[in-house]
């Protein structure tokens, strides 16, 4: 009997210990996928995984254009990409700078100024990934009242002039630096100089005889003209720059390589021949994307450098 009971209790105790392997073992399951799953909401937080793409652009024209503009794109990436992609409008130039530095924007419609300014603000993380077959040799168009007496960029002096904003590339960094080279300081040689805050409102500006002259984007003067939202019997183009790197999407750095990948590939898949294609490139004013190179705004930075337009 007594031999009978022992069996019983090493049975017992043996099972028992088993049981318990196998709580230890499921504990130990558990917690790995604790761990995992309080990993992966690590790495939600960092933006490295996305639920929503955030994209913003320059606010270079009025809040109407750009939504315009930019609502077909987040569709076509939203379907590209298989995610939520959100648009999120800026008030100005610098905000663009500061939220994408601050981790609230994912991929930024930049022009070179604004993305050199970008990259110094996250410590050269975010980059360039595409950009428009145009704007590897960009220009700017100096503009005048017809009835201003300007007929050259020497006829300026002494006149009235206006830039777009401060923070624009091809509105104001290009235009000052080419009007140096060319012997013209604003600051000296110009009456009175201002900041549109836009290409169009330039154009609007001079046209209205507020200002004698202004200098704006390229594109943006030939869609005006096109779509006859300027009349060229009061306003007229007197010069146009050499040519220069400007706009560009650029990524925050932290994005996970892999979409980073999708999204670059999305912007060079796009077929001018395709219709639904076309739309997009025509609101962006292209017909074709091109990978972009970040060495190519170097002459950007220095010009940002030599016009006091980049932090230290």
Request: net charge neutral; glycine share 6%; aromatic share 10%.
């Amino acid at each position: 009997m007594k031999t009978y009971q022992f069996r019983f209790t090493l049975i017992a105790l043996a099972l028992a210990l088993i049981f318990s392997l196998v709580l230890i073992g499921c504990k130990t399951k558990s917690e790995k996928k604790e761990v995992r799953a309080k990993s992966a909401k690590e790495t939600e937080v960092k933006g490295e995984v996305l639920n929503v793409l955030r994209v913003s652009a320059i606010p270079d024209e009025d809040p109407d254009e750009i939504m315009r503009i930019y609502s077909p794109i987040v569709e076509y990436l939203e379907k590209e990409l298989g995610m939520k992609v959100e648009f999120v409008p800026v008030v100005d130039y610098a905000a663009t700078v500061e939220v994408l530095a601050a981790g609230k924007l994912d991929l930024v419609w930049y022009g070179g100024l604004t993305h050199v300014q970008a990259r110094k603000k996250t410590g050269n993380k975010a980059y360039a990934i595409a950009m428009r077959e145009e704007d590897a040799n960009f220009h700017s168009k100096f503009v005048a009242n017809a009835n201003s007496g300007i007929n050259s960029l020497e006829d300026m002096k002494g006149k009235t002039f206006t830039f777009g904003s401060v923070s624009s590339t091809s509105g104001h960094l290009m235009p000052r630096f080419f009007l140096l080279k060319k012997g013209i300081d604003p600051e000296k040689d110009f009456t009175k100089f201002s900041y549109s805050g836009a290409h169009d409102a330039t154009v609007k500006w001079v046209e209205a005889g507020k200002v004698d002259a202004g200098a704006l984007n390229e594109k943006v003067w030939e869609k005006l003209v096109e779509e006859n939202k300027v009349d060229t019997n009061k306003v007229k183009v007197i010069w146009t720059t050499p040519g220069y790197v400007d706009y560009n999407w650029t990524v925050r750095g932290e994005l996970n390589a892999d979409l980073v990948e999708k999204i670059k590939r999305a912007f060079l898949k796009l077929d001018y021949s395709q219709l639904e294609d076309k739309k997009i490139l025509d609101l962006h004013r292209t017909k074709k994307y091109i990978e972009a190179k970040e060495e190519s705004w170097k002459e950007i930075e220095e010009a940002a450098k030599a016009a006091n337009l980049l932090e230290e």
